[in-house]
Nanobody
């Protein structure tokens, strides 16, 4: 089992920045690919970004490319999502997830955090 706890969400004005953190505990964190997903009210959960278990490969959704950056610190069992130039359409609950496969589908992830709310005002 892997337990994931997100933090860092909040309210920010358009154009601002936030950094989300996802702290992992349990089974060996470094063995898992890590992803961030988000879900806005009334919408499906959507892929944001993922990083391979070694951290050498990343893949971003087009909607966040150039604005968001994922990183991980395996020594701290933590993955981060730096979000810059935020837009109102980025408003959602953000979830981190851990999985054995490098994929963009939520079904490919085995463990999920509880989510953290990000609200971007215009």
């Amino acid at each position: 089992q892997v337990q994931l706890v997100e933090s860092g969400g909040g309210l920010v004005q358009a154009g601002g920045s936030l950094r989300l953190s996802c702290a992992a505990s349990g089974r060996t964190f470094r063995n898992y690919a890590m992803g961030w997903f988000r879900q806005a009210p009334g919408k499906e959960r959507e892929f944001v970004v993922l990083m391979s278990w070694k951290g050498g490969s990343t893949y971003y959704a087009d909607s966040v490319k150039g604005r968001f950056t994922i990183s991980r610190d395996n020594a701290k069992n933590t993955v981060y999502l730096q979000m810059n130039s935020l837009k109102p359409e980025d408003t959602a609950v953000y979830y981190c997830a851990a999985g054995s496969y490098y994929g963009t589908s939520a079904y490919e992830y085995d463990y999920w955090g509880q989510g953290t709310q990000v609200t971007v005002s215009s």
